[in-house]
């Protein structure tokens, strides 16, 4: 469920949150975990059910098997799974609101979990930026990745985007602080996670 709220060791690190921060942080959230889980559980099983009913009615309507009635439900599970990610959202951000963490670095936090930037290095998910954005340094990471596994040179283009977002100041802050805090607040996180 941290994770899920955008409160894995990296993320706090990179939003500049201490190891002492991060040990208060979670015992925050534990004194109200019931009340989160329930909310969060509760959420996710909504957001999966509406999500594969309008799955379901989506490829029945596209394969063109479907009726007038299966087009008209497939508007109706739109609605219902735009509410369910809504729902979703609130339950993983009253995470982030149980820890307290003030709000310089819950804006952080909120940048750090934007969606866009699944399964990129936590300091790049730092900057906001349009969608092309976020294609191009996933594009630009995944060539140096290929380039350098192959002993190639990386490509320029690549090389500019990369460079471009390095020199960032939310990602280069978020860079300093994710080297500087990471082994701390990770050792605090699996401290405080694991206190019976």
Same mark, same amino acid.
């Given at each position: ?28 959230? +534990? ?6 889980? #329930? ?16 799955? +379901? ?30 729902? +979703? ?32 290095? #936590?300091?790049? +998910? ?53 080297? #500087? ?16």
């Amino acid at each position: 469920m941290l994770h899920a709220a955008g409160l894995a060791p990296d993320t706090l690190a990179a939003a500049g949150v201490t190891a002492s921060q991060t040990t208060a942080a979670l015992q925050r959230i +534990r004194d109200q975990l019931p009340q989160l889980a #329930s909310q969060f559980d509760a959420a996710q099983n909504a957001y999966s059910a509406a999500s594969i009913e309008h799955d +379901r009615l989506e490829r029945l309507v596209r394969s063109g098997k479907g009726a007038e009635q299966d087009a008209a439900a497939l508007a109706t599970a739109r609605t219902q799974l735009r509410a369910a990610a809504t729902q +979703r959202d609130a339950a993983t951000l009253a995470f982030v609101q149980a820890a307290d963490l003030g709000p310089e670095v819950t804006a952080r936090l909120a940048a750090l979990s934007d969606r866009r930037g699944v399964d990129l290095p #936590s300091h790049y +998910r730092a900057a906001t930026r349009p969608d092309a954005d976020w294609l191009a340094i996933r594009h630009a990471l995944a060539s140096t990745d290929i380039h350098a596994r192959l002993g190639e040179d990386v490509p320029q283009p690549a090389r500019a985007v990369i460079l471009a977002n390095d020199s960032n100041p939310a990602v280069a802050t978020a860079y300093a602080s994710l080297q #500087s805090n990471r082994a701390a607040v990770e050792a605090a996180w699996i401290q405080a996670v694991n206190q019976q």
